[in-house]
């Protein structure tokens, strides 16, 4: 899971705190947890910091075959994924509000922008792919915003590949404030609170349809589930891209814009 974006200029009016602090930044620094989600009940999610910051595994990797054309990994996290397709000779960018996933994906080959998935991004419009794995479809807590914002990123046609929650048929939409927290107990330092969703199978293809995607299959492999979703073939509900800069924004400055417009050619944030 990469960071929870900092909804800079989001649509709908999404307001969200950035999840780069302390907890989060200092388990990717030292590439180890324990590292939970927490729910406002005191809920836990623990979070798979080791497998994000060791390379792609069998699962990773199988899902990387189905990429096609330029890759944007969004909340890229650490940036296996990434790296991984820079190995083997592909386009990829991930995106990633935190400091410390950006160097971190740069460190293991990978090129990386400190970028919200809701602020301009190179190439609008001409990614081929969209990856939103780890989790990452709960960024911003409204999988409708995100959904629309993946489908102006992606070329017509474009694929986008999400992981759901682990069980393919559960039907769970949950909308949740959550904080990072460094262990299970409640007196252990935490981060900011931020909006998140988590989603089964059958409720992301519920929004899918309505915003108009076209399923392209789902699968399950080491106790892992994804979707694969096509970009709709029309361009009239996504012709309003978030291209403006966000106002009073300071998460993003000059030095950490693009260099090149284009995703053939992505710059890495340095």
């Known amino acids: 899971m990469g960071a929870p974006d900092r909804l800079v ?27 939970f989600l927490r729910r406002t009940d005191g809920w836990l999610l623990p979070l798979e910091v080791e497998r994000w910051c060791a390379r792609a ?19 890229c996290g650490p940036g296996r994924l990434v790296a991984e397709l820079a190995a083997r000779g592909r386009t990829a960018l991930g995106i990633d509000v935190s400091e410390a996933a950006v160097a971190h994906t740069v460190r293991f080959g990978g090129q990386a922008l400190r970028r919200s998935v809701f602020e301009p991004l190179p190439g609008e419009g001409r990614w081929g792919t969209a990856l939103l794995l780890d989790g990452n479809v709960g960024i911003g807590g409204d999988p409708a915003a995100l959904l629309r914002r993946m489908s102006q990123l992606l070329a017509t046609g474009g694929l986008l590949i999400a992981e759901t929650l682990p069980d393919m ?27 998140w969703a988590r989603l089964g199978s059958p409720a992301l293809l519920r929004y899918a349809e309505r915003a108009g995607w076209r399923p392209d299959g789902q699968w399950t492999a080491g106790g892992r589930s994804f979707v ?3 970009n709709r073939s029309d361009r009239r509900d996504r012709s309003r891209s978030s291209t403006a800069e966000p106002p009073n924004s ?13 995703p053939e050619r992505p710059v890495a944030d340095r």
């Not at 048929?169 to 909006?195: L, T």
């Open 228 to 230: 694969a979703l096509r």
């Open 9 to 35: 200029g989001a649509p709908d009016g999404l307001v969200g705190a950035p999840w780069s602090a302390d907890p989060y930044s200092d388990a990717l620094v030292t590439g180890r947890g324990p590292l």
């Open 250 to 262: 300071t998460a993003v400055i000059s030095s950490q814009r693009a260099r090149n417009p284009s």
């Open 57 to 75: 595994d069998a699962v990773d990797l199988a899902v990387l075959g189905h990429c096609e054309g330029a890759v944007l990994d969004v909340g």
């Open 169 to 195: 048929d559960a039907d769970i939409d949950e909308r949740v404030s959550v904080r990072i927290v460094r262990a299970a107990d409640p007196r252990s330092a935490v981060g900011p609170a931020f909006p």
